[in-house]
Nanobody
Framework: QVQLVESGGGLGKTGGSLRLSCAVS????????MGWFRQAPGKEREFVAA????????YYADSVKGRFTISRDNAKNTGYLQMDSLKPEVTAVYYC???????????????WGQGTQVTVSS
């Protein structure tokens, strides 16, 4: 059984930074492709970023390129989303996702966390 738990959300300031964490259990962490998605009120869930099992390949939505960085620490069984240069429009519930397949490129994930709220004030 695979479980994902997000943390690190909360209130950020415009121009500031937040780092989201995703702790994964159930299997060796290095076996999982990882991704981040977000959903704002009244909007569809959208892709944000993904990272391959090896960590060598990363993918980003155009809207966050240059501001967000996805990474992973296999020794801690944890994935991260570093969010810099925050803007109010990034306000949403952020979801961590994982898959045992090479899912970073296809953006198809089987396992999901419960989500963590990110709110950025003006």
């Amino acid at each position: 059984q695979v479980q994902l738990v997000e943390s690190g959300g909360g209130l950020g300031k415009t121009g500031g930074s937040l780092r989201l964490s995703c702790a994964v259990s159930g299997r060796t962490f290095s076996s999982y492709s990882m991704g981040w998605f977000r959903q704002a009120p009244g909007k569809e869930r959208e892709f944000v970023a993904a990272i391959s099992r090896s960590g060598e390949s990363t993918y980003y939505a155009d809207s966050v390129k240059g501001r967000f960085t996805i990474s992973r620490d296999n020794a801690k069984n944890t994935g991260y989303l570093q969010m810099d240069s925050l803007k109010p429009e990034v306000t949403a519930v952020y979801y961590c996702a994982a898959d045992l397949r090479s899912a970073a490129a296809t953006r198809k994930f089987d396992y999901w966390g419960q989500g963590t709220q990110v709110t950025v004030s003006s």
